[in-house]
């Protein structure tokens, strides 16, 4: 069996926390007493998802932003062309250099609209409500809630499926009811999108797309 080859990195922690960053390197956080033998232990016991988690960084480090390549954006393939940076019915133009940054202002003027829709209709279909919705870069999560009832999307949501996109709406509407991740949360959750689980454990995934861009 081939060995994995990995960074621990030691600090003032109490668990252990596993990552593969976007250059496929191993990285262990741990406590900084935990033995060698320990940390090894744990990373053999975690070794099918170090695998896949690497696979997909392959995935992602695949994605190219090329003249001719088709981008998926709310499940609608756009092909790539050199030009002014739009996008348009048919295309997504981008200019000759720095295509990763010009996207990513033009997904976070794209995803508004649609995003602020898709949340009014999931809202009134199930009696929910929000104060407003904004989109924003971030990488750790693809959506967020505060207790005024603003909801944040993360710009490359739009790369997702339309049926993940509705469980993330549904997700960041269920914390204005529950501003945790109880069970009262959970039921609400499962109360609107009975197939919740499944579409969660697939947006999984997909984290890698969280690295798809610039920032």
């Known amino acids: 069996m081939e060995s994995i080859d990995y960074k621990v990195v030691?600090?003032?922690?109490?668990?252990?926390?596993?990552?593969v960053d976007r250059n496929g390197e191993v990285i262990v956080r741990v406590p900084i007493s935990l033995s060698g033998e320990e940390i090894a232990r744990f990373v053999i016991k975690h070794r099918r998802w170090i695998e896949r988690r690497k696979a997909l960084r392959l995935e992602h480090a695949r994605l190219s932003f090329a003249d001719g390549q088709q981008l998926s954006l709310f499940g609608k393939s756009y092909p790539i062309i050199t030009g002014d940076a739009e996008i348009t019915d048919c295309a997504v133009c981008l200019p000759a250099e720095h295509r990763e940054s010009a996207l990513e202002r033009l997904l976070k003027v794209f995803c508004l609209e649609p995003m602020v829709r898709l949340t009014e209709q999931i809202a009134l279909r199930n009696?929910?409500?929000?104060?407003?919705?904004?989109?924003?870069?971030?990488?750790?999560?693809?959506?967020?809630?505060?207790?005024?009832?603003?909801?944040?999307?993360?710009?490359?949501?739009?790369?997702?499926?339309?049926?993940?996109?509705?469980?993330?709406?549904?997700?960041?509407?269920?914390?204005?009811?529950?501003?945790?991740?109880?069970?009262?949360?959970?039921?609400?959750?499962?109360?609107?999108?009975?197939?919740?689980?499944?579409?969660r454990n697939r947006l999984k995934s997909y984290s890698y797309l969280m690295d798809t861009t610039e920032n």
């Open 127 to 199: 009696g929910l409500s929000f104060s407003r919705v904004r989109i924003s870069s971030a990488k750790s999560r693809w959506g967020s809630c505060n207790r005024n009832g603003v909801i944040a999307y993360s710009y490359r949501l739009s790369f997702l499926s339309p049926d993940l996109i509705e469980y993330i709406v549904v997700h960041e509407l269920c914390h204005t009811l529950y501003f945790n991740h109880g069970a009262a949360f959970w039921r609400e959750v499962l109360r609107i999108l009975p197939d919740a689980k499944l579409r």
């Open 10 to 19: 030691r600090g003032r922690r109490r668990t252990i926390v596993l990552n």
